[in-house]
């Protein structure tokens, strides 16, 4: 298993751009990594890896904001106005972290400084971004939800595995109709901690190495 980080900017418009950003770098690791993503050229391929095979499976891996992000990636690839579809958009599988795609559970600048406070002040710029985004019933989230489900039936890939944990305090918990039910709950962790693996709680390691989604998506 080879593990990419993508580290997505901060430009306007931000989760249409920041997709657009994700987009460009899936292209560049699926279905063989460019090599000069790591400083290296083309021939020195077969020196870390001989023969490099092409992979096969992608599982795209968010948290948050980073949800909505890859959701939106993926369905600008899918929609029927898309000039090209990537191979890297039916090999992939969706497993979200305490998914923003239904907004946050507040409103208002008030609301987002009292609920986040000390604990979140890392987040709070790259949520300050997006805030409108991701409002409960922005058009940015109402028409994501619209147009991911509108395609689940012939891109049954748009489905997501969801993971949230019982004391969620930043964004609201929910699917959308075409993700697998029921989502899955962890009891006493929040919107950070969930994501956070660590000797005693490996739940989110094996929710990142689930392999169920394909054989459960729009049932």
Excluded at 52 to 70: E, M, T
Excluded at 133 to 140: A, F, R, V
Aim: glycine letters at 6%; proline letters at 7%; one cysteine or more.
């Amino acid at each position: 298993m080879d593990l990419y980080f993508y580290d997505y900017g901060a430009e306007k418009d931000f989760v249409k751009r920041s997709a657009e950003g994700l987009d460009k770098f899936l292209g560049s690791i699926f279905p063989r990594p460019d090599m000069t993503l790591f400083g290296l050229s083309e021939p020195d391929r077969s020196a870390i890896r001989d023969p490099w095979l092409p992979y096969n499976r992608l599982i795209l891996v968010g948290h948050s904001l980073g949800a909505v992000v890859i959701r939106e990636c993926l369905e600008n690839r899918l929609r029927p106005s898309s000039l090209e579809t990537p191979a890297w958009t039916s090999a992939c599988e969706l497993h979200l972290f305490a998914a923003a795609h239904s907004g946050f559970k507040f409103s208002g600048w008030k609301g987002l400084v009292y609920r986040l406070g000390p604990r979140y002040i890392t987040s709070i710029p790259t949520i300050m971004r997006a805030f409108d985004d991701l409002q409960e019933k922005s058009g940015t989230l109402t028409d994501l939800r619209r147009r991911t489900q509108d395609l689940a039936l012939k891109h049954p890939q748009v489905a997501a595995l969801l993971i949230y944990g019982s004391e969620e305090d930043v964004v609201i918990p929910a699917e959308f109709d075409c993700d697998p039910a029921p989502m899955t709950w962890v009891d006493k962790y929040d919107h950070v901690g969930i994501c956070k693996p660590d000797k005693g709680f490996t739940d989110p390691l094996d929710f990142v190495t689930r392999h169920e989604l394909r054989k459960n998506a729009g049932t």
